[in-house]
Nanobody, 127 residues
Framework: QVQLVESGGGLVQAGDSLRLSCAAS????????MGWFRQAPGKEREFVAA????????YYADSVKGRFTISRDNAKITVYLQMTSLKPEDTAVYYC????????????????????WGQGTQVTVSS
């Protein structure tokens, strides 16, 4: 089992950058694919980014491609989401999620593919 704790959220202005971290517990972290999702008030949870256990493949939502970067440090059992050129529409609660084993192209953007979730961290971008 994996426990996930997000941090790094906050209030920023449009155009600013922010880095979210997701610290995981458990010895088998390096065998888990990791993802970031977000949910704005009144909206459904949406996919942001994901990475395979090795970091060799990464996936991004079109809305964040070129602005957000997902990375992981298996030694530190942490996954990151570097967010740049933030926009007001990026405002949401951001959640990290873990999926054991292989991450397919089909699974990567689907929240139901992930077994473990953090509690979320709020990101607010003012215009």
């Amino acid at each position: 089992q994996v426990q996930l704790v997000e941090s790094g959220g906050g209030l920023v202005q449009a155009g600013d950058s922010l880095r979210l971290s997701c610290a995981a517990s458990g010895r088998t972290f390096s065998t888990y694919a990791m993802g970031w999702f977000r949910q704005a008030p009144g909206k459904e949870r949406e996919f942001v980014a994901a990475t395979t256990w090795s970091g060799g493949r990464k996936y991004y939502a079109d809305s964040v491609k070129g602005r957000f970067t997902i990375s992981r440090d298996n030694a530190k059992i942490t996954v990151y989401l570097q967010m740049t050129s933030l926009k007001p529409e990026d405002t949401a609660v951001y959640y990290c999620a873990a999926k054991p084993g292989y991450l397919s192209d089909y699974d990567a953007p689907r929240w139901a593919s992930y077994d473990y979730w953090g509690q979320g961290t709020q990101v607010t971008v003012s215009s």
